[in-house]
């Protein structure tokens, strides 16, 4: 069964940082690419950022790109968010979501999400 | 970025009601489109990929159609479990974009 369960999310004053993890579980976590979701309180969904299977290529949302790093490791099956210089914006619940197999470019299976709450 | 663009942003219909979502997308994405159902306090499922085929395990009376820039999302026979919002997703484009939501309510 595959499982997705994020952690790390809290709350972070504006300027600050935070890291976010996701460990996976029932599959073969390197051949898969893994991507982070958000959705600030309310709102609609917005991709963040995705790395592929190698950890070889990160893309990230113009949002985000220079502020949040993603990256992976292949011995704990886990990914990992590194936010930075964070913003209002930037409160959201996080998901940990994997991309499908294959050319379809879908989100198959989801994580339960960590809340980021950014605020002073 | 290809903005997507979901109507209505809500509806209320009743059980066994024929319901169809539209989405637009700002330019051609031939059929790079995708459908999730989100359930309140859930994270979101995959109901269609492809713009028209069903993801394994989700009922038939989910249907996607569309090609371009114009899609659709039916269901033929709303049922309790139902009531949720539904978003669009593109990736023609390899910044990934959803729609903005349509929330399916009880009427």
């Known amino acids: 069964e595959v499982q997705l369960q994020e952690s790390g999310g809290g709350l972070v004053q504006p300027g600050g940082s935070l890291r976010l993890s996701c460990a996976a579980s029932g599959f073969r976590f390197s051949s898969y690419e893994m991507r982070w979701v958000r959705q600030a309180p309310g709102k609609g969904l917005e991709w963040v950022s995705g790395i592929s299977g190698s950890g070889g290529t990160r893309n990230y949302a113009n949002s985000v790109r220079g502020r949040f790093i993603i990256s992976r490791d292949s011995s704990t099956n886990t990914v990992y968010l590194q936010m930075n210089s964070l913003r209002g914006e930037d409160t959201a619940l996080y998901y940990c979501a994997r991309r499908t197999a294959g050319s379809v470019d879908a989100f198959d299976f989801w994580g339960q999400g960590t809340m980021v709450t950014v605020s002073s | 970025d290809i903005q997507m663009t979901q109507s209505p942003s809500s509806l209320s219909a009743s059980v066994g009601d024929r319901v169809t979502i539209t989405c637009r997308a700002s330019?051609?994405?031939?059929?790079?489109l995708n459908w999730y159902q989100q359930r309140p306090g859930k994270a979101p499922k995959l109901l269609i990929y492809?713009?028209?085929s069903l993801q394994s395990g989700v009922p038939t009376r989910f249907s996607g159609s569309g090609s371009g820039t114009d899609f659709t999302l039916t269901i033929s026979g709303l049922q309790p479990e139902d009531f949720a919002t539904y978003y669009c997703?593109?990736?023609?484009?390899?910044?990934?974009?959803f729609g903005g939501g349509t929330k399916a309510e009880i009427k």
């Open positions: 492809a713009a028209s």
């Open positions: 330019q051609s994405i031939s059929t790079y």
């Open positions: 997703q593109q990736y023609y484009d390899s910044l990934l974009t």
